[in-house]
């Protein structure tokens, strides 16, 4: 069974994939901010002690445990922060099943974090099962709760429902004729977040960005999948009208996409970024059926295996940036020629 990164989902050539994140601290214990080691330590005990009750096949980490390549490779897979796995004091536990569906960062910003993960555009379902483990966890925990306010964050912008619901669209056409800036104010200007590939702070890579919710605050859960779903629907309706405006020069559109496919199979070396760049319009060319030698498997190792940590994880050792290059290029050619 493959895991949720590399799957296909619904609408699975523009949306990449779907996040459920939702944000909850222990009444008993004060935020992260405040808190002292001890307190984290009993926060993570605590947890731990109740990780069996939860289900799904979840195990608990401690991030002390855990090597820093391990940590970055899942930070590339987007299922922990790039916050949390570098912060300093090394504190921190993690909450993760086998397929990594479900991933909980403990003592991240809030006490618990609770993410669910999917391919494609598959917001509903992930709801569902967020609300689950969440209704699971508040058995065994008490929640900070407010009546008036709701779920009580860390951070303001999370306070009430603690949701933020994302999606990972991939916008090649748009950034090509020139229409991604108006895409990006319009969805500003409906009260949504639009961010790099690993969230707030981050830039875009590969004409990935990443769409959620604003507003957590004075709003149901309900009324914010469906505004997210509705500003979806709309990213994809101009992203597919884009490309349909790429494919009437379809020689210009082809020669662009074999140039990018030509540099991957042939190449001695290439670092992640150009990698990543290259492999926007590797996608692109072959979600449009253009590129007949890749399937959307193939497309989905390139980007997972070029990336810095999961290089090394794939080779199974740790590799300075020049070898890594020059390994990153054999390992795209291999790929390349899987049967």
Request: proline letters at 2%; glycine letters at 6%.
């Amino acid at each position: 069974m493959l895991n949720w990164y590399l799957q296909n989902g619904k609408e699975s050539d523009i949306v990449v994939s779907s996040r459920i994140r939702l944000a909850r601290n222990l009444e008993d214990f004060p935020f992260i901010l405040n808190s002292k080691k001890e307190d984290l330590e009993k926060i993570e005990e605590k947890i731990k002690e109740i990780t069996p009750s939860i289900g799904y096949g979840i195990h608990f980490l401690k991030l002390k445990d855990m090597d820093d390549i391990t940590k970055m490779s899942l930070v590339e897979k987007h299922i922990i922060s790039p916050n949390f796995a570098l912060n300093k004091e090394n504190q921190g536990a993690l909450l993760i099943n086998e397929d990594e569906t479900i991933s909980i960062m403990i003592n991240e910003e809030d006490h618990l974090r609770i993410q669910v993960f999917g391919a494609g555009l598959d917001i509903d379902n992930l709801m569902n099962l967020a609300i689950e483990v969440d209704e699971k966890l508040s058995k065994n925990l008490n929640y900070a709760y407010n009546e008036k306010y709701g779920y009580l964050t860390a951070c303001p912008t999370n306070v009430g429902t603690g949701l933020r619901a994302s999606v990972m669209v991939h916008l090649p056409a748009l950034a090509k004729t020139g229409n991604i800036q108006k895409i990006l104010e319009v969805i500003n200007n409906f009260g949504m977040n639009i961010r790099g590939v690993y969230g707030e702070g981050t830039k875009a890579y590969g004409d990935m960005y990443q769409v959620s919710n604003k507003q957590t605050l004075g709003i149901s859960e309900n009324e914010i999948i469906k505004n997210l779903k509705l500003i979806i629907e709309k990213i994809i309706e101009q992203e597919r009208l884009a490309r349909k405006i790429l494919a009437k020069d379809n020689l210009e559109l082809e020669d662009s996409v074999y140039r990018a496919f030509g540099i991957l199979s042939n190449c001695k070396k290439i670092s992640s970024k150009e990698a990543r760049e290259l492999l926007s319009s590797i996608k692109l060319g072959t979600d449009m059926g253009i590129i007949k030698e890749l399937n959307d498997l193939k497309v989905k190792k390139l980007e997972l295996y070029t990336k810095p940590a999961n290089l090394q994880k794939f080779f199974g050792e740790k590799i300075d940036e020049y070898v890594r290059d020059k390994k990153r290029a054999e390992l795209i050619k291999n790929i390349i020629k899987e049967k």
